[in-house]
């Protein structure tokens, strides 16, 4: 707080108010002065603004978002007019005498609300938001109050009495004086004056010996507090931790006050004993359990195990069980390092990535040898490599030389991350059962009726959606139960009416209200909030419930007024089966007497459960991650039954109408991408023919169709199923659980790494400060960044190149979109060192940019103009890799053989050979040319030679299966082998329309035979001979139609399904 209130009233004030300290501080502070409350969205709010002006009233404005009502504007900047002896101000249209009295207050609850620099400076801006030191002092003597209450109320009253002594000293200094002042004549001819003096010293040395026992007081009873410390330290923790989580999701929000009520519940509800030390522990433990269950019940599933994960690390790092600097390397490994200034790995077969993390973890003191040991494996290379491809590669440490079999629990859980990031998620899981406790790893189940009891007549109970989960039957059970009626509104246009109307009357005569799809209907929400807190009488049996999906804009003031809850399904094959299962009634089940209906109907749901799944697997599932939910399931049987009714019972079922029904209009109706739609015609046709019905079909092994006629008996069939999935049941190979897993464990460690509290200067761990680090990995990146092309040479060397020719025509505009680069990366580095520096002012941009670099991400500013990488090292060694080709090129020729992924514009490369070529063909035109290519066996480093047509490509790597370089075909991949770079392809345009073409032959003669070789076997119809799988190539691992490059031919030796 200032030390000058009165400074500060001389402007209006703006209080960042999250916790509501603020309002208390401005309520306590004006209670003498009849101040008035109100918002924005008050009905009456012009009228108390009008009055609050004239009367001389404080007024509090609460609840307020970034933009502020234009009616306040002449207030704000005092625009003020003086008619006789009255000042006036214009409100809206109206003229108003303005006392002054008159203060006005502004309080939001926004963390970090983006004030235009006209509205700063207009407002006095206080951030009360509280810090960690502050809460724990605050939590202490809630603590104090309820576990040694003696000991608060003497301390309350010491700190009375020492006030009360200090100003008694203070009144006998100052009578003192004014008896010194009025004397007339010398001091010592008045008796009354020593009388006075010796008085006045018989009572300081009192007061004096008072003070000083008191402060000796003072010191024991702290020590007596200072040991119920702990308790305050681990509130102050959770609270922070839970209130940072809202910047994962918008819906988290929770204020201050639902978590004191949470800690008070922990003193009361934890079990008491004698011990202090004892029921410091049964109070943290309470606490810890509370909190958790009460956060993770309100989270997403994706979220659940991050935030238990992050709870476990903030508890250990104030415990000092493990250090800042270990932190950092877990949730960054080796994000910021760049490969090409790092020494060579060990092994082919470890991937870039692990050797990154491993280096960044030898900073580490208890893994400072970490390195050498890894060389020294190259000796058995084969034992490491056995363990590395292990389920649980942390069980058994006895195989590596030099073992780390004496690691600790999260030492470990740190080397497995670091080197086997797809097992990141179970090694996350065994840290945590160490320092939290199993039961943390269970998933909270939701009561509904515990939620009930739970909350209040103003405490709404807000359910968050999810795809396939909504808890409105649910909820109408329970009211059933109760015996309560329920009032249902479903959110929307004009709908705001009704739910007025239903709140009334359920406020008056009880029951509850339940808003559906809240966020249809968030300009009403806040008017709904209002009203709810404004009511002072409510029948007891009155409740809200809301359901919303999430929503950027929802209402911060009911996030943070509302116990939440999320009603996922449970995940899985299995679970997505009984839920389907669970809709179907046995009248259903026998809708049709025939033999075909109940197996169409099973293969229908399992095809649905499946198709649901896929998800998860990211890009390896669906290019495009439809929301395929029960309404496609119900429209395709209900197909199904109409096509069974009207079938001819002497026909066979037409499975091209089946097929065709299901994979393009039912569920095909929301596909969008090509190669998605392919695969779920291959579904259709793998899955629905007459084979369906043979003894021997089963969708995989275990997973055959049962042949039962009662729901329990699919229920009992269905629970047989395993709780996991292989990836086979979906038709990918066992690396898809890799990628899976990987992904998992990237997106929990980088939202981690994105809520960490971006002022604290990580001098933390003892070492250099967080703008210090950046400003040295700043100056790192300028050293190495390539200087910029220049223009004029640029020009004149593509004029001497051929300035018209297709291929010099995408040089030079990948020239120019790699100079912007160079020149956006060089202003923003060199920026960001003034602004680190002090010189200039770090705006928005820069703060964005700092904290990118020093989390190891691209910063957004620069990937505008560039591409997406998983890490800034990997981004600017991309950089530096892209600058180098281009130069090369410019500098020394058309290169033999082009890095196709270092381009911005592949598809544009590969348009360039296209007509490149067709201007070689005299008739040929550019809309008859195609694409064709042949694999070869060669590398880069074998290119000897460009071909005389077409161009050899590299860099292209290949995910989902593996490649027979000898024979020049795809094959089964091999485990944890999740990318396989290709050799050398050679891509050339063809003409269909004209035959007997001689295109795209190298010069050199092993690679004109190694491709007429491969074309005779193409065309070879032998039994030997490979299919041709057409398999798209992406820019990226993000396979959308922007990131679609071109179809490839690629040998198989299976038919392509």
Known sequence: MPVDVESILLRNVSIFDRQLQGRSWIKNMERDNDILITTLNSKIFRQQLEDSISLGRPLLIEDVDEELDPMLDNILEKNYFKIGLTYRVKVGDREVDVNHTFRLYITTKLANPNYSPEVCARLSVIDFTVTQRGLEDQLL???????????ERERVTLARETTKNKRMLKELEENLLIKLTSIEGSVLDDPSLVEVLNANKRIATEVKEKVSIAEDTKLKISAAREEYRPVAVRGSIIYFLMSEIALVNHMYQISLQQFLGLFHDSMIK?????????????????????????????????????????????????????????????????????????????????????????LELSRLKEFHDVIDRVWQLQKNERIFKDWFDKQLPSSDLSSLPETYENLNVFHRFLFIRCISPDRTISEARHYIQD??????????????????????????????????????????????????????????????????????????????????????????????????????????????WLTTETHSE????????????????????????????????????EYIETIYWRPLLYATSFLHSILQERRKFGPLGWNIPYEFNQTDWEASVQYIQNHLDDMNPKLNISWKAVQYMISEIQYGGRITDDRDRRLMITYAQKWFNDFLFSSDFKFYDGYSIPKVKRIEEYIDFIDRFPFIDSPHIFGLDSNADITYSTNRAKSMLEKILHIQPKEANSNISGGETR?????????????????????YEVREKLRSMGILNPMIIFLRQEIHRIDRVIRTVRNSLNDLQLAIDGIIILNDTLREILDSIYDGRVPIDWTKYSWESSTLGFWFSELLDRYTQYNNWLNYGRPKCFWMTGFFNPNGFLTAMRQEVTRMHQGWSLDTVTIDNVVLRSYKDDIREAPTEGVYVYGLYLEGAGWDRK????????????????????????????????????????????????????????SIAPHIYMCPVYKKPIRTDLHFVAMLKLASNNISE
């Open 141 to 151: 003597s809630l603590v104090i109050a309820n576990e040694r209450v003696e000991l």
């Open 270 to 358: 934890s079990n008491k004993i004698a011990a202090t030390q004892k029921r410091i522990q049964n109070i943290n433990d309470y606490l810890t359990y509370r909190t958790w269950f009460y956060t993770t019940r309100g989270l997403y599933e994706d979220d659940r195990l991050m935030f238990t994960l992050l709870m476990a690390l903030r508890i250990d790092l104030r415990r000092g069980k493990i250090r800042y600097d270990e932190f950092q390397v877990l949730v960054k490994g080796g994000a910021s390092l760049d490969l090409n200034m790092c020494p060579p790995k060990p092994f082919r077969w470890l991937n870039d990535s692990s050797w990154l993390n491993l």
């Open 435 to 544: 320092s939290l406790g199993i039961k943390y790893l269970e998933i909270p189940v939701l009561s509904l009726e515990l939620l009930w009891d739970e909350s209040n007549s103003k405490t709404s109970l807000l359910g968050l959606l999810s795809s396939g989960a909504d808890p409105t039957s649910n909820i109408q059970t329970l009211a059933k139960k109760k015996n309560i009626d329920l009032f249902i509104v479903s959110m929307g246009q004009g709908q705001e009416i009704l739910a007025r109307r239903y709140l009334q009357q359920t406020v008056q005569s009880g029951g509850w209200l339940l808003l559906q799809n809240a966020h249809l209907g968030l300009d009403y929400l806040e008017e709904f909030h209002q009203n709810l807190i404004s009511m002072d009488t409510f029948d007891p049996s009155f409740r809200v």
């Open 554 to 589: 929802f209402a911060i003031q009911i996030l943070q007024s509302s116990i939440k809850f999320t009603n996922e399904p449970p995940q899985g094959v299995r679970a997505g089966l009984k839920r389907t299962y669970g809709l179907i009634t046995q009248d259903k089940l």
């Open 771 to 791: 703008d210090k680090t950046v400003h040295n990995l700043a100056n790192d990146m300028l050293i190495k960044l390539p200087k910029n092309f220049i223009q």
């Open 967 to 1022: 024979n020049t075909r795809l094959h089964e991949s091999q485990n944890k082998v999740v990318y396989i770079q290709m050799p050398v392809i050679h891509i050339f345009a063809i003409n269909p329309f004209v035959a007997n073409q001689k295109v795209g032959l190298s010069t050199n003669k092993k690679a004109r035979l190694n491709q007429i070789s491969f074309r005779t076997k193409r065309h070879d119809q032998s």
